[in-house]
């Protein structure tokens, strides 16, 4: 590892599953785990529903934020995502989530780091729980190890690896075009 970057437990640099304190009559988003994405894509969409409707009985997050599915198989098919947009700025949704905070990681690079190899092959090997509800716990996840680069770095791995995405999509897109036209 590089000089300047830092070794440190998840749980040193992320406030993981923060709550959110709001007024109940205000909008916020509900994500269900179906409505989540999985692979790389970092999509995912919400219902609109009270605040008070979804407070009680499910995971809080907020804007910024960074949502890991901790349920085999979501999990190890990378179902996460950064969220973003949501009303209000809050939201709540499946109880089978991690949510991660931080104030001095990039979201992407943080992101990256929830889908990659690593990370994954770290949490799968602590499953509890029964054959087809398997998950991972907090306390395991808090105490993995997360590279930290300077911000500087930061950005240009997220840069890097988001022009690698468009290279790729540009492949598919032309592999695509190409098979339409022999049909």
């Known amino acids: ?28 988003g509900f994500v269900p785990m179906a409505s989540i994405h999985d692979g790389y894509s970092n999509k995912f969409h919400y219902d609109v529903k009270q605040w008070g409707e979804i407070k009680s009985g499910f995971t809080h997050f907020a804007d910024g934020d960074i949502a890991v599915a901790k349920i085999s198989p979501c999990l190890e098919n990378r179902k996460s995502m950064i969220l973003r947009e949501l009303p209000n700025g809050i939201g709540a949704g499946t109880t089978e ?9 990039i979201p992407e690079f943080s992101l990256l780091f929830f889908k990659s190899n690593n990370f994954i092959k770290c949490c799968t090997g602590t499953f509890n729980g029964v054959v087809g509800q398997q998950r991972v716990g907090k306390s395991i996840v808090e105490d993995i190890h997360i590279p930290i680069p300077p911000l500087n770095i930061q950005r240009t791995i997220v840069q890097g690896v ?22």
């Open 162 to 183: 988001q022009e690698w995405f468009n290279c790729l999509d540009n492949i598919l897109v032309s592999i695509s075009n190409e098979r339409d036209s022999l049909i």
């Open 1 to 28: 590892m590089p000089d300047n970057w830092a070794l440190t437990r998840i749980k040193d640099v992320f406030e993981v599953n923060p709550k959110n304190k709001a007024s109940n009559n205000i909008q916020a």
């Open 97 to 105: 989530l991690l949510i991660f905070r931080s104030t001095i990681l």
